[in-house]
């Protein structure tokens, strides 16, 4: 009985130092964050070009002219990445990151510029389902 009471123990602090030698000792899994459209530019300078042609490519203007381009209920869906890493978070200091780009839709980017196979590339990004009703519904804009 002691022994198997030892295995026993021995097996949960095995466990235990792997758990925490996968998470707390060695750190968290590196994040995303965002980089801008014009890292995407290098790689995909064609979906770029045609981008300037949508309506997203323009609509931060819309609430600059209507003096809501400081208000954190517009800002989110008039921008890219608003408050989150890498992410808009004023005019001032983040220009590159107005208007919705790229990583609004495909999620941020920063692992994918690093992923080192066109596998890889294509696992770090994806269009989660019902990411156009983040902006696109009648409870957050009175257009939609």
């Known amino acids: ?10 097996g949960v602090l095995a466990v235990c130092l792997f758990a925490l ?13 965002y980089v ?6 290098e790689c995909h300078p064609g979906h770029v070009e045609s981008y300037h042609s949508w309506k997203y490519s323009k609509n931060f203007r ?8 400081r208000d954190p209920d517009c800002l989110p869906c008039h921008t890219t990445g608003y408050g989150k890493p890498g992410g808009f978070s004023s ?4 220009p590159r990151m107005i208007n919705k780009q790229c990583e609004c839709c ?21 269009i989660p389902k019902n990411i156009c009703t983040s902006c696109h519904s ?7």
Do not use: F
């Not at 495909?106 to 066109?118: E, R």
């Open 1 to 10: 009985m002691r022994q198997l009471v030892s295995t026993v123990i021995i």
């Open 62 to 69: 819309v609430i600059q002219m209507r003096e809501k381009d």
């Open 138 to 144: 009648g409870h957050k804009h009175p257009g939609y």
């Open 36 to 41: 801008g459209m014009e890292k995407c530019k």
């Open 106 to 126: 495909h999620g941020p980017a920063s692992l994918h510029l690093k992923a080192p196979t066109n596998l890889a590339h294509r696992e770090t990004l994806s």
């Open 21 to 33: 030698s996968k998470a707390s000792v060695w750190g968290e899994i590196e994040k995303a964050t």
């Open 91 to 94: 005019v001032a200091e983040t």
